[in-house]
């Protein structure tokens, strides 16, 4: 009787049905992402907004790459966006503020295994500016392939 139970599971669990239809569907992320949070901050040297968060890796062995943290407001008119590590339109973000891996040592070099590895950002915010309501996270590999592309709303 047990084993009519086990075949009959296992035929369940075998239908077409019960299967994942992407196989990256069961497959964990490269880097985990952990205590997201973002801040607007006012001083009399202006306006920013700080991000803070931790990444890990979940393979086995630690991973060399470059973070990125772009902040963006596509619903302001103009579109309002800033990347940290801060540079100029180009090197990893377009004009239109679209990120793009080409030059993934422009960012924040990292490595993150299996202990969380915490990132602290701050992006510059223009006074009179609409505010960010997003805020997205890449890890790039040296090689300039994106491991990690997570989006936050704020």
Do not use: K
């Amino acid at each position: 009787m047990l084993v009519l139970g086990y075949l009959a599971l296992t035929r369940v669990l075998q239908h077409p049905s019960a299967v994942a239809t992407t196989p990256e569907a069961d497959l964990p992320p490269i880097i985990e992402v952990d205590r997201f949070t973002a801040r607007r901050e006012r001083s009399e040297d202006g306006e920013r907004l700080s991000v803070s968060l931790r990444l890990r890796s979940t393979l086995p062995q630690p991973i060399e790459g470059f973070v990125f943290v772009v902040a963006r407001n596509d619903h302001a008119s103009p579109r309002v966006w800033a990347i940290w590590p801060p540079e100029s339109a180009g090197t990893a973000i377009s004009a239109g503020g679209h990120f793009h891996g080409a030059t993934p040592s422009a960012g924040q070099g990292l490595t993150v295994g299996h202990s969380w590895e915490r990132v602290t950002a701050v992006l510059p915010h223009e006074p009179g500016q609409a505010p960010f309501d997003s805020v997205t996270i890449y890890f790039v590999s040296p090689q300039g392939q994106i491991l990690l592309t997570r989006p936050f709303a704020i």
